[in-house]
């Protein structure tokens, strides 16, 4: 073979890439490998095992009870105590059992009011007469919204509806220079707040019941049956009371103590 022709076959069989002769495939050095798990792969993997081992023997110790050097178990630490910015806040009961009693002692002088809330939703108050009387009207109300002042929950429901009644504070039964007389005043409320306006609108109509017809009338007993009453009692444990005058025999009252007594019904009734 000439010179020349051996040229032209080597450029010929060249190519941009260098030689086009491949190489053989069934060699072991140059036989490719399968794909596999990379090198970061496998590292990954390692370090996430490892926490995960980790994490498995923490809980497995704090779930273990602790132990001194002696073997014996050491107690849980004591529950860290509020900041003293923040007190405990105490559940307030929001409601009575049934046949519940309570029991306060209050005082007040003349022309002043006397307030006391009563759960679950109620208030006690001691409304005061106009001057130039002196006197105090028991009266129960609920305590949700604010009410006319004539709006009352005990001397609604405490019989006799006209004339003296229980409710009214207005002086001692007895006064000599000896002693001083002072009777028990014991009236019925409605045990509930949200049933006292019903009670306050039957007892209207019971003003005047010859405008009811009977099937309004039963219709109300029905109601009334559903409101629960209770019972209350007003004790005078001690007084002072001015001189006796023309407007007033037994002396005004300048300054009461006293004490209440409320009985909450076992179930609703009409005990009036």
Request: with cysteine; hydrophobic share 35%.
């Amino acid at each position: 073979m000439s010179r020349s022709s051996t040229s032209r076959r080597g450029r010929k069989g060249r190519s941009f890439f260098g030689s086009n002769d491949r190489p053989r495939t069934d060699s072991p050095v140059l036989r490719s490998e399968k794909p596999g798990m990379s090198t970061a792969m496998k590292l990954f993997v390692g370090i996430w095992l490892l926490l995960c081992f980790c994490a498995r023997c923490n809980w497995s110790h704090d779930s273990m009870p602790r132990q001194n050097p002696t073997g014996e178990p050491v107690p849980a630490p004591a529950a860290k105590p509020a900041p003293p910015d923040m007190p405990a806040v105490r559940p307030q009961a929001h409601s009575l059992k049934a046949g519940a009693e309570i029991h306060f002692v209050g005082e007040v002088n003349r022309g002043d009011r006397f307030v006391k809330k009563v759960p679950p939703n109620l208030v006690f108050r001691l409304n005061p007469y106009a001057e130039p009387a002196s006197g105090w009207r028991i009266e129960i109300l609920p305590d949700t919204v604010p009410l006319p002042d004539d709006f009352d929950c005990s001397g609604s429901v405490t019989p006799p509806a006209h004339g003296p009644n229980p409710v009214f504070l207005e002086g001692p039964d007895e006064r000599t220079p000896e002693k001083t007389v002072w009777n028990p005043h014991e009236f019925n409320f409605v045990a509930d707040g949200a049933a006292c306006k019903i009670a306050w609108d039957l007892s209207l109509e019971e003003i005047y019941p010859s405008k009811l017809t009977d099937k309004e009338k039963e219709a109300d007993e029905k109601k009334w049956g559903k409101i629960p009453m209770g019972t209350g009692t007003l004790k005078v444990l001690d007084s002072r009371l001015g001189s006796p005058s023309a407007a007033d025999r037994r002396g005004a009252i300048l300054w009461l103590k006293f004490e209440v007594t409320l009985q909450f019904p076992r179930q609703a009734n009409r005990n009036r």
